[in-house]
């Protein structure tokens, strides 16, 4: 996969989906094309990219108006992956935990259709 040619996603700089769970929570979640969650090095690069984009939007006023004031314990970056996780992938996952909390959010890996774990 080429880093320069973001075809993991459908476009890097943009929100892929925000919602509102029932408990009040905010998820903002990233969805991927099927089966590109291949975890080279250029997938994370272009993962780093698109959270990093979530994580300036969070600070934006123009979604904060949209979005209210969601504590950081209740915002979530969620990939939504859809079969296993391969250990690249979950690699990255761990080392960008940290970073995103930093950040004001917690990074969550889950599958289409499961239920919001805190």
């Known amino acids: 996969m080429n880093a320069d ?8 700089e943009k929100l892929d989906c925000v919602r509102r769970t029932g ?12 089966g590109r969650w291949d975890g080279s090095p250029a997938m994370c690069e272009l993962l780093r ?12 006023t123009d979604l904060r108006t949209i979005i209210g004031n969601t504590p950081p314990e209740r915002t979530y970056i969620v990939l939504e992956c859809e079969s296993e996780h391969h250990p690249g992938l979950l690699a990255f996952l761990d080392e960008a935990r940290p970073w ?9 890996l ?9």
């Open 49 to 60: 990219r698109k959270i990093q984009f979530y994580l300036d939007q969070l600070r934006t």
């Open 23 to 34: 408990s009040g929570d905010l998820e903002l979640m990233i969805e991927p094309r099927p």
């Open 100 to 108: 995103v909390a930093r950040n004001g959010a917690t990074l969550m």
């Open 5 to 12: 040619r973001p075809d993991a996603f459908d476009i890097i």
């Open 110 to 118: 889950r599958k289409p259709g499961d239920a919001h774990q805190s």
